[in-house]
């Protein structure tokens, strides 16, 4: 079984910044993406920056020059810097990886339980 556990939500004002994490715990084998979506109120999940599997990232255009995603490999985490909030950011955010896992290596699909950003003065 694999996990994914975040945390760092929280309320913010418009301009501030917030860091979010994400754990990978587990019988992993291999970690092929991992990033982070998000899904605001009345809207469909939307993905907001991912590491692809040969280690690149993309980023939403929204997004692109004020969150960054960076991680440790050794702790299987990673984490998502979000500078210059803005009101339409509000969001629950939730942590995605693609796996390897287990001694039979089978693919899997992993979210976390989603955490709250909420941006407003």
């Known amino acids: 079984q694999v996990q994914l556990v975040e945390s760092g939500g929280g309320l913010v004002q418009p301009g501030g910044s917030l860091r979010l994490s994400c754990a990978a715990s587990?019988?992993?084998?291999?970690?092929?993406?991992m990033g982070w979506y998000r899904q605001a109120p009345g809207k469909q999940r939307e993905l907001v920056t991912i590491?692809?599997?040969?280690?690149?990232?993309n980023y939403l255009d929204f997004v692109k020059g004020r969150f960054t995603i960076f991680r440790d490999n050794a702790k299987n985490t990673v984490y998502l810097q979000m500078n210059s909030l803005k009101p339409e950011d509000t969001a629950v955010y939730y942590c995605?990886?693609?796996?390897?896992?287990?001694?039979?290596?089978?693919?899997?699909?992993?979210w976390g339980q989603g955490t709250l950003v909420t941006v407003s003065s």
């Open positions: 587990g019988d992993i084998y291999r970690i092929n993406t």
């Open positions: 590491y692809t599997s040969d280690g690149s990232t």
């Open positions: 995605n990886s693609l796996v390897v896992a287990g001694a039979q290596r089978v693919d899997l699909e992993v």
